[in-house]
């Protein structure tokens, strides 16, 4: 079955330390994107690629970094510098990377600090 | 930019009853509309999706409107059940120029009561 597949599902940080979340996807398509999602908060963009090689800041991009060497693949680090991380990353890809197309979402990677 | 505000943020029905769920939305430019279910500890779910081409869509026991003029549009569902229950998100998402992303809302909280 295609779909998205966020790894892991729950992961821990420790101070002054750098973490990735993985994101990949079958679907065969080109744009990928970041987003956090907090309590009683709706879905805000970390970072977004439209094709491989290629990324763009979203409205949160502080702190957070990204590479697209792979259409499957799209990892997001949590670095250092961002100071309050703690939130549910959701993944997600669409055919097209206008924003009006179908996007399809994993099912999220918790992060928390230790 | 695009602003979506979404409302009610909690909605309780009796099973059998309908849920309406309403957005509005800031930009003009805006022309796609989708909604998407959460459950709890999932990602969000596509369950329908308008343009801004047509006033309304169905499928089954879903239905959303959209009205351009006021710029607002709305989920409804009809004959509740209880799998209906989780966090509903609407969207919207301009084509062209620098918006090529989706604004969400902070989403509804939808519980049916069996």
């Known amino acids: 079955d295609g779909g998205i597949t966020q790894s892991p599902k729950y992961l821990f940080r420790k101070e002054g330390q750098n973490v990735t979340l993985s994101c990949e996807q079958n679907?065969?398509?080109?744009?990928m994107y970041w987003y956090r999602q907090d309590p009683g908060q709706g879905l805000r963009l970390i970072y977004y690629s439209q094709i491989v090689n290629d990324f763009q800041k979203g409205d949160i991009a502080e702190g957070y970094s990204v590479s697209r060497e792979k259409k499957e693949s799209f990892p997001l680090t949590v670095t250092s510098a961002q100071k309050n991380p703690t939130a549910f990353y959701l993944c997600a890809s669409s055919s097209g990377g206008w924003g009006n197309q179908p996007q399809h979402f994993g099912d999220g990677t918790r992060l928390s600090i230790l | 930019g695009e602003n979506v505000e979404q409302h009610p943020s909690t909605l309780s029905v009796q099973e059998g009853d309908s849920a309406v769920i309403k957005c509005t939305y800031s930009d003009s430019a805006s022309n796609y509309f989708p909604w998407y279910k959460q459950e709890l500890g999932k990602g969000p779910q596509l369950i329908i999706d308008?343009?801004?081409?047509?006033g309304e869509k169905k499928d089954q026991r879903i239905a959303v409107t959209l009205n351009k003029t006021a710029k607002h549009f709305s989920l409804h569902i009809t004959e509740t059940q209880p799998e209906d229950s989780a966090v509903y998100f609407c969207a919207a998402s301009s084509s062209g120029g620098s918006n090529y992303k989706l604004t969400f809302g902070k989403g509804t909280l939808l519980t049916v009561n069996p």
């Open positions: 679907l065969n398509h080109d744009a």
């Open positions: 308008i343009r801004s081409n047509v």
